[in-house]
């Protein structure tokens, strides 16, 4: 069993900033691919960005330019910078490891 505790949701005001964590642990006999999703109200989850083992990254573009993703492959955490919050960015942010586990979700909300 994989568990993916997230954390660092919260209220912004448009322009803010916000960083969220996620820590994977259980049985994971390797940690390939980690990224975070979102879903906003009414709409389909969609991809926000991700980071393989090696470094490589890849980010949706709404958000390039102001999100950054990283990961401690020795705590099995990856992190999500936000900055220059959008209202848009509205929405349940949730963990993935290996395109397999997801995380609970944590609500990130930008007041304009």
Known sequence: ???????????????????????????IFSIITMGWYRQAPGKQRELVATIVSGGSTTYADS???RFTISRDNAKNTVYLQMNSLKPEDTGVYYCNVNEAYWGQGTQVTVSS
């Open 63 to 65: 958000v390039k330019g």
């Open 1 to 27: 069993q994989v568990q993916l505790v997230e954390s660092g949701g919260g209220l912004v005001q448009a322009g803010g900033s916000l960083r969220l964590s996620c820590a994977a642990s259980g049985r």
